[in-house]
């Protein structure tokens, strides 16, 4: 039943082994995607099987790495509601406006997905200890599917990193170091105890399989539209992983015959304070240089180096796609404009889709009757940092002025 043939190198093509753990490319250092038998797909089911499929990610099995239905590790994550979000859409002058709604999803971020299917795999070849640098999000995420999988874990977390990652990865039992430093700095103390402590390492686009789970976002979509694809997509960007799984999953669903030649434009949407895609895509450059003192309060986006930058920008040139900076006044605006006008509570880098789309819709980028997909990659009640506020406090033995309300 696998159609998972073999890994691919992103950057050179080189073929590695699916059988047996991979990091990164043996010959040159990149990340390494995935490859099917997609003609053995194509003639094992069609799209419409999929509708008798339990609501998960785990419906695309057949484009999935896990090799034994009995590895996989979930807790139901996936298949997250395509929102129409009209309110909103009238104020940014985007009548046809939606929202890919990731905040209802386990752990409360879109990470759920690739720990999902990084743990499956980790369990699928016998790893029994997992290290992660994390910005946060995914180091909570894989606390928890290495729990529920029975595997340890040990992570490596900027020491500002949000309360709430920490929290989840203290409650799940994970071994949770703080590091005074940025996510770079704990990627290197991972990559440095590989050997001597006898871990493997599930760094986004250093492990290959997380960028499979992303990919469902994908799946998601064209599914959700009746396979057909939107006209832009904006994602909140930080190693990159959702868009270039997206922009893989369009690739293979093409190859099935699920959905036609049509790509949406991809746009990367940082914050100003973390913004190096953005910076490489103005200035041309084929990659990005690594961002000094990266700050931002949308942690997920606090990325100042991605190895995988090469096929950001890539995904973003051939989309006809771009790329656009934000800042955090703007973002945590947004974060209490989409509550109000939606009611969807979203972290702020979900927030930070609805300031580049203002940006994008007033500059003539987008237009009315584009059909625009929002990502909100989390819930907002993650952060709650984000939304500070003084309210009013009533004393229920005086009596009630209600002329004031
Ligand atoms: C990690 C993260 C991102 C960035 O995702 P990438 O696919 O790594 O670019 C966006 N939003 C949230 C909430 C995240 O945790
Ligand atoms: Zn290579």
Redesign the pocket.
């Known amino acids: 039943m696998p159609f998972l043939t073999h890994l691919e190198c992103s950057k050179c093509g080189e073929k590695h082994a699916a059988d047996r753990p991979q990091t990164v490319c043996t010959i040159c250092g990149k990340p390494l995607l995935s490859r099917y038998d997609l003609e053995a797909v194509k003639a094992a089911c069609n799209r419409d099987d999929l509708l008798r499929r339990p609501a998960t990610l785990w419906r695309y099995r057949e484009v999935l790495p896990v090799a034994d239905d009995g590895n996989i590790v979930t807790l139901g994550e996936g298949f997250t509601p395509l929102l129409p979000a009209n309110r909103l859409g009238e104020q940014l002058g985007l009548p046809r406006l939606m929202v890919k709604d990731e905040s209802q999803i386990p752990t409360g ?3 759920a997905r690739g720990l999902a299917m990084a743990v499956s795999r980790a369990k699928e070849f016998g790893l029994r200890r997992l290290a992660i640098p994390s ?4 180091a909570g995420a894989l606390a928890a599917y290495a729990a529920r999988a029975g595997l340890e874990t040990f992570i490596f977390m900027p020491q500002d990193a949000p309360d709430m990652n920490k929290k989840e990865c203290d409650a799940t039992g994970a071994h949770l170091y703080l590091v005074e430093g940025l996510i770079s700095d704990c990627g290197k103390i991972v990559a440095g105890g590989k050997a001597a402590a006898g871990w493997f390492d599930v760094s ?1 686009l250093k492990e290959p399989y997380r960028v499979e789970g ?1 990919k469902t976002m994908g799946y998601e979509l064209a599914e959700q539209l009746g396979w057909t694809l939107p006209d832009a997509i904006i ?9 270039i799984g997206m922009w893989k999953a369009f690739a293979e669903m093409q190859e099935l015959g699920w959905i036609g030649p049509d790509r949406p434009r991809m746009i990367t949407v940082q914050s100003s304070g973390c913004a190096p895609i953005v910076r490489a895509f103005e200035a041309g450059a084929q990659e990005a240089e690594f961002w000094q003192g990266a700050q931002t309060v ?4 606090r ?1 100042p180096a991605a190895i995988g930058d090469f096929l950001m920008l890539q995904v973003l040139r051939q989309s006809g796609g771009t790329a656009i900076a934000v800042s955090d006044t703007e973002i945590l605006d947004e974060v209490r404009r989409l509550a109000q006008a939606e009611g969807l509570f979203a ?1 702020p ?2 927030a930070a889709t609805v300031a580049a789309a203002r940006h994008l819709r007033e500059d003539g980028v987008l237009s009315a009757d584009d059909r625009v997909v929002l990502f909100n ?2 819930a907002g009640m993650k952060y709650p940092e984000a939304v500070l506020g003084e309210y009013p406090v009533l004393d229920p033995r005086q009596t009630v002025d209600y002329g004031r309300f």
């Open positions: 971020t879109f990470k910005a946060g999000n995914a986004t992303k994602y909140p960007t930080g190693g990159g992983t959702g868009l949308a942690a997920g986006l990325v972290c880098e979900g990659t989390g």
